[in-house]
């Protein structure tokens, strides 16, 4: 282990801790969305058929397993997703973005991509925001 290891981890660390709350109260302020929110729908809406099963956004989505299903009973009463049945598993169900998911996505994108931007990326380098993304790509891949 070299002396940077836990110098690299404590600073992700105290990054994530400092940003996500700043982008989640612009998101909040600006758009009635929440980051968990805004999270959620990216992931539903890039998805194949734009819908993904509890499991599949509980891996894809910033959130657990557990706090995605209590995010899309969320979002499904304010109209932002539906639930779809599993015709291969009664047991399990599909969140799937509608229009007016959508609709919020696209209003709130520039105001994350805005926030992203001022607060993490204008930083560094552009050399140095590849990699970033490319260490980090490297972990979650090895993961």
């Given amino acids: 282990m070299s002396d940077t290891d836990p110098a690299a981890w404590a600073a992700l660390l105290r990054v ?18 929440p980051l968990t929110w805004y999270d959620v729908l990216l992931e539903v809406n890039s998805a194949p058929g734009r819908r993904l099963s509890m499991g599949e956004l509980g891996q894809a989505a910033v959130v657990s397993r557990t706090r995605a299903s209590r995010v899309v009973d969320q979002l499904e009463a ?66």
């Fill in 16 to 33: 994530h801790a400092a940003l996500v709350p700043l982008i989640d109260r612009e998101l909040q302020t600006t758009c009635r969305l």
């Fill in 78 to 143: 304010a109209g932002l997703v539906s639930r779809e049945s599993n015709p291969d598993d009664r047991r399990s169900a599909y969140a799937a973005i509608t229009e007016a998911g959508r609709q919020r996505l696209r209003d709130a994108a520039p105001v994350y991509l805005d926030a992203i931007r001022r607060h993490f990326t204008s930083r560094m380098t552009a050399a140095e925001s590849r990699a970033v993304a490319s260490a980090l790509g490297k972990v979650l891949r090895a993961g």
